[in-house]
């Protein structure tokens, strides 16, 4: 845990009016006890497993975003104490997590993940389909999730002109979806390598692990 660092960027955050969201994925519950102690509430994990067994050993008032793949048969056992869930890849899982938080009387915030980077990866939606997703008449009927914003991770790579491009690109998206008549509020991008891009191009989330609590082994 770097404190000077975490301070920096708390305060980097504060001035931008930018939410942090502690990516704790990897961190031992101790190690994330300290940085709550330090007045973070907000952490990230992107495994179901792993959130749903530090969970119960932390502070209750800790807001838990989902910021990994989401596999629809693990849909139940997050809905209960999940704040946020950013990483909503299809229809099919939008569905499921209405339908669970339903059950349960919550209406859970979402962001649909949105991919922008070069690399090649099974997650996110292109802007096309996130349109499509957004206007379908399936989504716009359930009643136990919001649709909050959208997330993106840029492409991992040195080249901070293509990081800019994919982020500008992105919040050009977010803000034709609020022309056309979406009411979206988060725009979920930035992480330890790539933040202060985001937060120039427009970000007003970032996700971030190794700037707080050190590189991660492995
Ligand atoms: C791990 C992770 C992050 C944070 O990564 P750092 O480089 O440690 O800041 C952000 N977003 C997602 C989706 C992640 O999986």
Redesign the pocket.
Known sequence: MNWKMYDELAGYCNTHRVTLVA?S?TRSATEILRVYESGQKIF?E?KVQEMMSKQPLLPNDIQWHL??HLQTNKVKAVVPFVYMIQSVDSLRLLTEINSQSQKINRTIPVLLQVHIAREETKFGLSYEETEELMRSKAASEMKNVLIHGLMG?ATLTEDQNLIRTEFRSLKNFFDRCNRDGSELQVLSMG???DYKIAVEEGSTMV?????IFGE?AG
């Open positions: 990516v994925k990230g992107n910021i990994g991770m992480m330890s390598s996700r971030i692990g190794s700037v991660r």
